[in-house]
């Protein structure tokens, strides 16, 4: 076992983008076609390994900060979408209008619903 603690002493190992490209690599194996369109699914699992065994440490964590600053935006929206689902106490409607989400709460019957931003009333059951 210290022969593999030596050998990776001083690589990068796995991060996030490193578990992406796993994942990346699973679902591009399952959907595309057998034969030559398969072979495309192993670039993300050779890039993994790539960076797993790399000794490069400070481009393989700027590669992961760039992956993890683009998915961001995605992960605030999950966090969001979460929180409203577990907000047992509100209702969640989207504006029409201007696409702002308005929060009533539950319980009200049917009541009309002003948008602060764009001023549009709509009508919807709590």
Request: aromatic letters at 14%; proline letters at 5%; charged letters at 20%.
């Amino acid at each position: 076992m210290n022969w593999f603690r030596n050998f990776m002493a001083g690589r990068y190992g796995n991060d996030q983008l490193g578990l992406a490209l796993l994942l990346l690599y699973l679902v591009m194996s399952l959907l595309l076609p057998g034969g030559r369109l398969r072979w495309l699914a192993l670039i993300p699992f050779f890039f993994f390994w790539y960076r797993f065994l790399s000794r490069d440490l400070l481009r393989r964590s700027a590669e992961n900060q760039a992956f993890l600053q683009w998915c961001e935006p995605f992960r605030q929206l999950l966090s969001r979408k979460r929180a409203q689902h577990a907000d047992r106490t509100h209702r969640y409607y989207t504006c029409p209008g201007c696409r702002q989400t308005l929060r009533v709460p539950r319980g009200r019957g049917k009541i009309q619903i002003t948008c602060p931003k764009c001023g549009r009333t709509i009508t919807k059951r709590t």
